[in-house]
């Protein structure tokens, strides 16, 4: 298959959707539903007048970009459906009061929920879910809207490798043909160092070098224990656990130390209420869990059966870059993450309806659907130009352009290595497909190169789980809950963050490669 030469000109062209939404969206203050169907056309533009894509390659595209979009928007659609059960019941408001009980100050609290629990629910569950759980909870507790949804993206980062039940790691076995066994333990050992930089961002946003100095010890205790539990499972061979059960310690742990540390300093108003109230705050959280856990390792299967999906033709473009036929990305329709999710919500819908609302308040079902419906229209405009954006350029050989002409840096790639796993992921939101599209030609250059091919596909996974909390996709999804939350300026709150830690990876991989 070939590519357009990889001159200047050509590699600016290449990157000119993104560049174009990048601008839009951090430079202008665009919002997602406004950039994305700029980034769209231009994208399709390219891909016919430069690129050499004909009609044939834009419908396909289009067709994949829609089943993609659908596996994401399945997932804002549920989770505000969720929150909105949740928030009408009145337990945002008096999960804001209970908090304290469980860690006694912001930092802690930041750590608890925007690093503990996001990753927990990212090693359950993942495809956006953390984001869109758990920022609404901080909401609450008093941080920034736009924060909010950054601590919730940047806290379960590190765990979107092994998390999924490792679909992302599975991923990256069946694109190299390589064991796991040899993959395992280089990619644990950076996402565990991941860990800690995302616990330590986490602090940062809860409140700059106070927030550090108080948080510290708990950063460092929780996070090495949450990587070395996930490093221990994934070497044994157990991948599809390995995030999970470090985010099931994580928790467990994190709970009975911020519990200890907040002896005697936990205020009234957070023990004030009966335990059938606290039972009624947390229902639905225990039910989320309970859902995910049951769905995803006990009916995996039979909720499978039935999946959206449909074959697609071979598409070239006249230089001769090729997209296999075959099927787009399938949707299963009871067993997604948003299914488990809608689950959730009705049963917690029923909880409230059986045992009352914390609010006084009759719950109230045609709000919270029309709630729904209404706060679900930008975020899904936004998400379906985007996806189709992405998926174009992939199609017209745009995306492997980029990655090629970063692959072609000599000495400097395996600093760079973890930026095109970045890149695919920013591009699709899913670290999944960052594996699946760049993983052979990091291999292939590791190897031109002399290079450790287990650690330089370390760095692609790793680079791919962090580019994916700053993808426009994902936070989207973030925002999506959090009423005020401005995804131009999570976006660029995002990015400083990701490319710093995927900054960090790079030079961590010079130094072992």
């Known amino acids: 298959m070939m590519l357009p030469p990889a001159t200047l000109g050509n590699v600016f062209l290449a990157a000119a959707p993104l560049l174009l939404v990048l601008y839009l969206m951090i430079g202008r203050n665009w919002r997602g539903h406004h950039a994305g169907p700029a980034g769209w056309l231009a994208a399709a533009v390219l891909a016919v007048a ?110 979107v490798t092994f998390g999924s039940l490792g679909s992302s790691f599975l991923a990256l076995m069946a694109a190299t043909d390589l064991p796991g066994a040899a993959l395992a333990g280089p990619a644990a050992l950076f996402l565990g160092l991941s860990c800690l930089l995302c616990g330590l961002l986490i602090l940062w ?12 010890p708990g950063l460092l205790l929780l996070g090495t224990l949450m990587a070395a539990t996930q490093y221990a499972l994934a070497v044994s061979g157990l991948w599809t656990l390995a995030a999970f059960g470090a985010g099931m310690v994580g928790l467990v742990a994190g709970i009975l130390y911020f519990r200890r540390l907040g002896r005697g300093t936990v205020p009234a108003a957070a023990t004030s209420r009966g335990a059938g109230s606290l039972v009624r705050v947390f229902a639905p959280y225990v039910l989320l869990i309970a859902v995910i856990v049951v769905g995803q390792l006990v009916l995996a299967r039979p909720l499978d059966a039935v999946l959206l999906n449909w ?12 997209t296999a036929a075959g099927p787009g990305r399938s949707v299963s329709l009871f067993g997604h993450a948003g299914a488990l999710l809608l689950y959730t919500a009705v049963l917690a819908f029923a909880w409230y309806r059986w045992r009352g609302t914390l609010s006084g308040r009759p719950i109230d079902g045609r709000r919270i659907l029309r709630l729904t419906v209404n706060g679900s229209t930008t975020s899904t405009l936004a998400i379906v130009t985007l996806v189709a954006m992405a998926v174009t350029m992939q199609h017209a050989g745009m995306t492997e352009l980029l990655a090629q002409t970063l692959g072609d840096t000599g000495r400097a790639f395996p600093f760079l290595s973890p930026f095109i796993g970045a890149l695919g ?57 959090v009423a005020n939350a401005d995804d131009s300026r999570v976006l660029k709150l995002a990015t400083a963050a990701g490319l710093a830690m995927v900054a960090v990876i790079g030079l961590v991989t010079v130094g072992v490669s």
């Open 311 to 322: 074959e697609f033709p071979t598409v070239r473009t006249r230089f001769g870059w090729e």
């Open 50 to 159: 430069w690129f050499g894509g004909g009609l044939d390659l834009l419908l396909v595209a289009w067709g994949r970009s829609l089943l993609l979009a659908l596996f994401v928007l399945y997932i804002i659609w549920m989770a505000l459906l969720f929150y909105h059960v949740t928030n009408e019941a009145g337990v945002i408001d008096v999960m804001r009061e209970a908090m304290p009980a469980f860690a006694p100050d912001r930092p802690s609290q930041a750590l608890l929920l925007g690093w503990i629990f996001a990753s927990f629910l990212q090693g359950a569950s993942g495809f956006g879910v953390p984001a869109a759980i758990v920022a609404p909870l901080l909401v609450s507790l008093g941080f920034g809207a736009n924060r909010a949804v950054v601590m919730a993206l940047v806290g379960h980062a590190w765990a």
């Open 425 to 481: 992921a920013f591009m699709t939101g899913s670290n999944t497909n960052s594996n699946v599209v760049f993983a052979q030609l990091q291999l292939s250059t590791a190897e031109t190169l002399s290079l450790s091919v287990p650690f330089v596909l370390a760095a692609q996974t790793t680079g791919g789980a962090l580019g994916s909390l700053f993808a426009p996709a994902k936070v989207i999804v973030g925002c999506s809950t």
């Open 205 to 216: 946003f809860a409140g700059g070098l106070g927030a550090l100095r108080a948080g510290w």
